[in-house]
């Protein structure tokens, strides 16, 4: 097909480019006909697009000497005007990658804008709570913080949906001015009361709490730096709460166990056990409705009355060695709540514990979350300890967290995962379905990983932060047993892995993926640092997986 075209001529340095254009445009007419016609470059047999039609239709035109084979100078003269014409393409393309961005990037801001105000009420709201409650969770945050604030002044809309909904306005704190509080009333009858240290807080400030009576304290979260300022904050609250909580859905307590000053000059005893007055005073608060409770440092030395709870944190930093955790104290506190689902517990520096336990776990039928953080100098037997509480055997999430800090024991990682995961007497974790991994500063041997997966052979969803140089390979996790056979979801996240080594876990993924061992396998997904090293372990890992394999490059 011949077609004439009106470009104007560019000049010697143009012409080859005007040549490409004309033969580039020909081509896609071609194209455009075939189409019509019923054909598809990506069709098969007789529905496909003629490849030699398209691009190089005059090389296989019949000729006078009835041969349709191309000579090799016309060969030659096509094959330099398809890799100009591929050349050029390649700049248009990238010339329209420019052009895109460009136009996102002037525009982006606006198109966020326009979307937020296309959607319905119900659902900015549902983002400004999310929005509020990130904003108050965060440490910074905990102390002073004007999210509502901030959402209610970026337009008219904004304020609209932020003054009509009062959850966007739940998060009192005392640090705010006497006005402050005083408006967030006005749009908010059952707040979460948030008190700290860092507030100052004169007697005279303390009357603050009675702007919001206690009968409508949604939550309570209070944090204080050592025992004695919460002793302050005990006093007060005996003087004030006289009748039931029964608002109260949600109490946090935490103690920073700081180092302080007594009147004399001497160092107050650092100490998370909740006794004496202090205790009396929680003891005698009645919360019927209360369904989650977040203990930090503070651990009270008899069982609370909270038989409703269904969610328990605890928390415990020792940088005092001469305190051992009371581990009597702990049983009794848990075995107040027998309709706990979820359970935290986070373990720092805790090197001994004191009080008998029995030998039998409590019963807790309705657990079946544990979220469990060990770090710092914690010790096996303590880890061993607080986990025979529990019945394992009914889990069906775990979520586990490890961060040593003694670099003098070497194997720390496996100590710890050997003591979780111990099936001497029995497999612990045979109904987890859920398993999460996150792992700082040490690497664990293939062994302690072996261990883990050995012994929940239920578990379909599996998540794994590792740290830099993690000896971990798949390829190495002995198959026997159905270890890992109802796996579906995996993903492995390797952040601070250096680019030179990551290759290699490709390759072990490879390995342990490609003979079908998971069957019921849906999703691979993999994080790691950028690297051009690992090209050829993704192509191969790829080709194992296909559209099962997500790579994410940071």
Known sequence: MTRKMSWRKLGDDGKDLCCSLDYLLDGIQTLRSSIQSGRRLCGEGEIKVDLKELWCSGLYRDRAEDSTHPTLEDAKI??????????????????????????????????????????????????????????????????????????????????????????????????????????????????????????????????????????????????????????????????????????????????????????????????????????????????????????????????????????????????????????????????????????????????????????????????????????GYTSDEVVGRMLKLLVLEELTRLELKLYPFDHRRQHVIDHWVFTIFDDRLYIPFVNLEVFSLEVERFRGSVEAFHQMFSVMPSVHTVSLLLPRDTEFSFAKITKKNGVLQKLRSLRIALPDTHPDDFTKHLYYLDEFFGDGHCKELVRVEIEFQRTDYATSAKARLQKTLGEKLYMIEQ
């Open 78 to 375: 096509a094959l330099r005007r398809m890799k100009d014409a591929k050349s050029l393409l390649s700049c248009i393309s990238k010339s329209l990658d420019d052009a895109i961005q460009s136009v996102t990037d002037d525009t982006s801001n606006d198109c966020r804008a326009a979307g937020l105000s296309l959607l319905p009420d119900d659902l900015l709201t549902n983002i400004f709570e999310i929005y509020v409650e990130m904003s108050v969770s965060s440490e910074e945050s905990f102390y002073y913080n004007m999210s509502p604030q901030i959402l209610a002044s970026v337009s008219k809309r904004f304020r609209q949906v932020a003054l009509a909904h009062s959850g966007i306005w739940k998060h009192v704190f005392l640090r705010f001015s006497r006005e402050c509080v005083l408006m967030y009333k006005e749009r908010c009858s059952n707040p979460v009361i948030h008190i700290d240290t860092a507030s100052q807080l004169s007697p005279v400030e303390m009357e603050k709490f009675h702007i919001h009576p206690y009968q409508q304290w949604r939550g309570l979260r209070a944090a204080y730096n050592d025992r004695n300022e919460g002793h302050i904050y005990f006093q007060h609250w005996k003087a004030i709460i006289q009748t039931p909580l029964d608002a109260l859905e949600e109490f946090m307590l935490s103690n920073n166990n700081s180092t302080a000053i007594n009147a004399f000059g001497g160092r107050t005893p650092l100490s998370i056990h909740l006794d004496g007055d202090d205790l009396d005073t929680l003891l005698s608060w009645r919360m019927p409705n209360l369904t989650r409770l977040d203990l930090r440092n503070v651990l009270p030395l008899a069982p609370l009355s909270c038989g409703k709870i269904t969610s328990f944190s605890f928390h415990a930093s020792l940088y005092d060695q001469r305190e051992n955790l009371n581990m009597t104290a702990f049983r009794s506190l848990l075995q107040s709540m027998p309709m706990i689902q979820s359970l935290h517990i986070a373990l720092l520096n805790i090197m001994e514990t004191s009080g008998n336990l029995s030998s039998n776990p409590l019963s807790l039928p309705d657990l079946k979350s544990l979220k469990l953080e060990i770090g």
